[in-house]
């Protein structure tokens, strides 16, 4: 299997130095860029390099779904699947709707990465069973 070439960003450096030692030791993943906001991440200039991109969707400025956008329109065959911690406030169709290929919560990390990474890498999309699939009426 070739390496996969990631992005990380989170704004929770903690979390994603974990998330980096767990990709890079059981799934001997590359990660060849991080960024903790979308300006960060944007002048790292590596959308064209990567296989997939692991992103927050709750972020400070600029939030996940709205830079999933940008970089869909930059490079349209980019898998992004979403992390968060925010299970009752996640939609799946905003999520598809934005380009999203999938959805992790933060505290399945270790139970959901490696199915969401083969359903995604055969170009299939996974979200989590319990994640919401339709807005609410307010």
């Given at each position: 299997m070739k390496t996969l070439n990631i992005l990380l960003v989170d704004d929770n450096?903690?979390?994603?130095?974990?998330?980096?030692?767990?990709?890079e030791k059981q799934y001997h993943a590359s990660i060849?860029?991080?960024a903790s906001n979308a300006?960060?991440?944007l002048t790292l200039n590596l959308l064209s390099n990567?296989?997939?991109?692991?992103?927050?969707?709750m972020m400070p400025e600029v939030d996940g779904i709205s830079l999933a956008r940008q970089c869909l329109s930059y490079n349209n065959k980019i898998k992004i699947i979403?992390?968060?911690?925010?299970?009752?406030?996640?939609?799946?169709?905003?999520?598809?709707e934005s380009g999203f290929v999938g959805c992790i919560f933060?505290?399945?990390?270790?139970?959901e990465l490696s199915i969401a990474l083969e359903t995604v890498l055969n170009n299939n999309k996974y979200f989590p069973k319990r994640i919401l699939t339709n807005r609410m009426e307010e």
């Open positions: 450096n903690n979390f994603r130095r974990a998330f980096k030692m767990l990709l060849i860029g991080e300006k960060d991440f990567a296989d997939i991109i692991f992103m927050d969707i979403a992390i968060t911690m925010y299970s009752e406030m996640v939609y799946q169709d905003s999520l598809i933060k505290n399945e990390l270790f139970t």
